[in-house]
């Protein structure tokens, strides 16, 4: 039923029985009625079993016990109470929507038959949670090493103890008709476009979706509905606190999403996603090696294979000197077909490899990957020369932590592998120029920056601080 304009009532009973209905009482048995007589006074508490703290709901329990006056039934009385409730947080309110959406939120409800039209919404929750460890895909050499969680309180409290500033704001939004998820946005409020702030909380608030249950992956499609061709990434996200709160000094937007240990990264252009942690742990000169080696290396990995096979296409006409990259054991199967096969068997290596038990999987990836390399070659059915280049490929792809950026390149790399192989020059032409398209059109979450910022529009100092590891001026 519809609660959004549902108000509770003078009705003690009234109000009771209706929460009842919603809550569904009789039918969900860790959803907790707990009604108690005291003082010739009604009482209610409503909570979730396993959300709740049991030393705190017990100590609530005890202080009721030894109270005589729980309300006149004026409209000020729930405040008059609350004020002395021995609780960090407690709220009075007289909305019915308000106090379902916190008890199912892990809150305590309490309802009085002298508090009138209103009723207390008491914080003694606790939720499930891992240890903050450092995240397994976004390690640094160097550097904290604590990760975030699936408990957005846990997460937002990470960013503030890294920056104890009063201007870091952290905005509440909920989102998702079914699943009600809680939504933080952080910024810098003397930063951050704060116009933009208030764009991104509308969209968020407003969105036409029945869960968020995925976590930022369901927040990413809701916010951006169209171009699902375009393989490249919307928007970056990242699991380390200190690479969040160096994005939110710098001006950026965080989303954090409860239930993902995950934070969105907003506004994202294509450059950023090969920012890693590790850069700025090291001193500047070191930071710019690795920066740009690793732009060096990721984007080899897209025209390596491509570039390869138009030049075995053209074996004939290469000088002396260039000869070394022709094939001596060709194997039985056309090269194109070669390169085909072993991009499918690294995915599916990786899938094999994310199934297997923990204890297994390391030997399982490199054990199974030597044995079915060294029998394809054995059998004839796979070239050596495939076999280096791919691994190569497969490795590279490591060299940042995006797997849908990688993934984007793996598609564009195959697509423009088979253009050559039907087009020769014009279809390797071809396939660079669908992969620069599809980089300029890509629709971000900000409607006003380019994918391709700080290139278009050309920014110099932006750019330059993206490729180049530079101090920063204070």
């Known amino acids: 039923m519809p609660l959004k304009d549902t108000f509770l009532e003078k009705d003690f009973k009234k109000n009771v029985a209706l929460t009842d209905e919603v809550l569904r009482i009789n039918e969900n048995f860790d959803v907790i009625k707990r009604e108690m007589k005291i003082s010739e006074h009604d009482v209610v508490l409503y909570y979730i079993d396993g959300f709740v703290k049991a030393e705190m709901l017990q100590r609530l329990l005890f202080y009721f016990v030894t109270l005589n006056d729980f309300g006149d039934g004026s409209a000020e009385a729930a405040d008059r109470f609350a004020a002395g409730v021995p609780s960090v947080e407690v709220e009075v309110t007289d909305s019915l929507d308000r106090i379902i959406l916190s008890v199912m939120s892990g809150c305590t409800a309490f309802f009085s038959d002298g508090f009138a039209n209103k009723a207390l919404i008491i914080d003694a929750r606790t939720y ?99 171009r699902w061709y375009n393989p490249f990434p919307k928007i970056r996200a990242t699991e380390r606190p200190d690479a969040a709160a160096a994005t939110i ?47 060096v290396i990721f984007w080899f990995t897209m025209l390596l294979t491509p570039v390869w096979y138009l030049l075995l296409m053209h074996a004939d006409s290469l000088p002396e000197a260039w000869r070394f990259i022709i094939p001596s054991e060709p194997g039985d199967l056309p090269i194109l077909l070669q390169l085909f096969l072993t991009e499918f068997a690294l995915d599916g ?51 940042q932590s995006s797997y849908e950026l990688g993934y984007a390149f793996k598609y564009l790399r195959m697509l423009t592998l088979l253009l050559t192989a039907l087009f020769d020059y014009p279809g390797f032409i071809a396939g660079v120029l669908v992969a620069l398209i599809l980089v300029a059109t890509n629709k971000t979450a900000n409607g006003k920056k380019s994918y391709l910022y700080p290139l278009i529009p050309f920014n110099g100092r932006a750019l330059a601080r993206l490729v180049f590891r530079l101090k920063k001026k204070e």
Not at 133 to 149: A, K, L, Q, W
Not at 378 to 389: E, Q, R
Request: aromatic share 8%; hydrophobic share 40%.
């Open 249 to 295: 000094l710098e001006g950026g937007i965080i989303l954090l999403c409860d239930n993902s240990p995950e934070a969105m990264i907003f506004p994202t252009s294509a450059l950023d996603f090969l920012q890693e942690t590790d850069d700025y742990y090291f001193p500047p000169l070191t930071g710019t090696y690795l920066r740009l080696l690793r732009h």
């Open 349 to 399: 290596l990786k899938l094999a490899s994310l199934n297997t038990p923990n204890m297994l999987s390391n030997s399982l990836s490199v054990v199974g990957g030597l044995l079915l390399g060294d029998f394809a070659v054995t059998v004839g059915w796979l070239s050596p020369d495939v076999i280096l280049y791919m691994a190569f490929v497969g490795i590279a792809n490591f060299t």
């Open 128 to 226: 499930p949670a891992r240890t903050t460890d450092e995240p397994e895909n976004d390690r640094v050499m160097r550097g904290s090493r604590d990760g975030f969680v699936e408990t957005l309180i846990f997460n937002t409290a990470m960013i503030r103890r890294r920056i104890r500033d009063p201007r870091l704001t952290v905005r509440y939004v909920n989102a998702g008709k079914r699943t009600r998820t809680d939504l933080a946005l952080c910024y810098m409020a003397d930063k951050a476009d704060l116009k933009y702030v208030d764009e991104l909380a509308e969209k968020l608030a407003g969105l036409e979706t029945d869960s968020l249950v995925l976590g930022h992956q369901s927040v990413a499609e809701s916010l951006i509905h169209d």
